[in-house]
């Protein structure tokens, strides 16, 4: 593999400074009795972050501060290095388009978002959504028309839309108003997911969920859905599952208006070690990626997914 500048990393590293340390909490992770939860080891991985479904036992990860993609098969416990990126590049949050045959990629620090061909790997085009200095890209959501981006430094969101033929077309922004346009922490909007035609969105430093309308971008708060250091989020349904990095993954059952929320499960794990996303696949598997961000920089000798019980 290709060695990426050193001080595009360690300038990374200094913005990922801004992320609200707790790091006690982080460092002892709850445990669940009796877990048989899977261990799939993205090899050669020097960070991890992203994660999405694929069809049937497929996922994608993302390498976070090389920016290169893993390919995962959870039927067999297997993943191998899918795209080798090119220098400079980041892959936080990333959704998969399988209609389309797409691969949508937050940018993190660069404010780029990516797109790849599920296929071949193949860039299909890159945009710069956001002034790095400024923004931080890091998770995506898939709607029938594109794809949205949160910034977690700025109170917007990002917009691709997938054309007739399925290719990617100009981007756009959306301004936010009310609840979720609150960037006075250190780390705000974080995971997304669309609803219907409406989007969900998770507050890093509220610890709370808001609906967002794409049109206006006003959004509210989903009462009963308190999620500390909210990371990414899952929806099937009217199931919720939320990532935090107290080593936990919480899931909830929203009401049809998306108004409020109720705690099913809260899952956990021995084997967490920093969560920052998850993919429900199979229908009936989580997956979910072991980040090791309780030190920074990251110095886990590997990086993984733990597919467990939703």
């Given amino acids: 593999m290709h060695r990426k500048p050193q001080r595009f990393f360690l300038a990374t590293l200094l913005a990922l400074s801004l992320l609200p340390l707790s790091l006690p909490a982080w460092a002892h992770p709850a445990h669940a009795a009796g877990t048989a939860d899977q261990v799939i080891v993205l090899p050669g991985a020097t960070s991890a972050e992203g ?29 191998e290095r899918f795209i080798d990126v090119p220098d400079g590049r980041m892959a936080a949050g990333m959704v998969a388009d399988l209609r389309h045959g797409l691969l949508f990629v937050a940018g993190g620090f660069t404010g780029q978002a990516y797109v790849y061909d599920l296929k071949s790997g193949a860039e299909v085009a890159t945009y710069q959504l956001t002034d790095p200095q400024n923004g931080l890209v890091n998770d995506t959501a898939l709607t029938r028309d594109g794809a949205w981006f949160t910034d977690s430094l700025q109170a917007k969101l990002y917009f691709v839309p997938i054309g007739r033929k399925g290719a990617p077309g100009p981007a756009r922004t959306l301004n936010l108003t009310g609840p979720a346009a609150d960037t006075s922490g250190e780390f705000n909007l974080n995971g997304i997911q669309a609803a219907g035609r409406t989007l969900i969105v998770a507050h890093t430093t509220h610890g709370k969920v808001y609906t967002v309308d794409p049109v206006t971008g006003a959004s509210k708060v989903i009462e009963g859905v308190d999620v500390p250091n909210a990371d990414g989020l899952v929806l099937s349904g009217n199931r919720l599952w939320a990532v935090n990095s107290t080593s936990q993954v919480s899931r909830f059952r929203l009401d049809p208006r998306l108004t409020s929320g109720v705690l099913e499960k809260t899952i956990t794990s021995p084997l967490f070690d920093f969560p920052t996303t998850a993919a429900l696949i199979d229908r009936h598997r989580l997956a979910v990626v072991n980040a090791h961000l309780t030190t920074i920089p990251p110095t886990s000798p590997t990086y993984e997914v733990i597919v467990v019980e939703p």
């Fill in 51 to 79: 994660i999405a479904a694929g069809s049937g036992g497929t996922f994608y990860a993302g390498d976070l501060f090389n920016g290169d993609i893993f390919r995962g098969d959870a039927r067999r416990g297997t993943a």
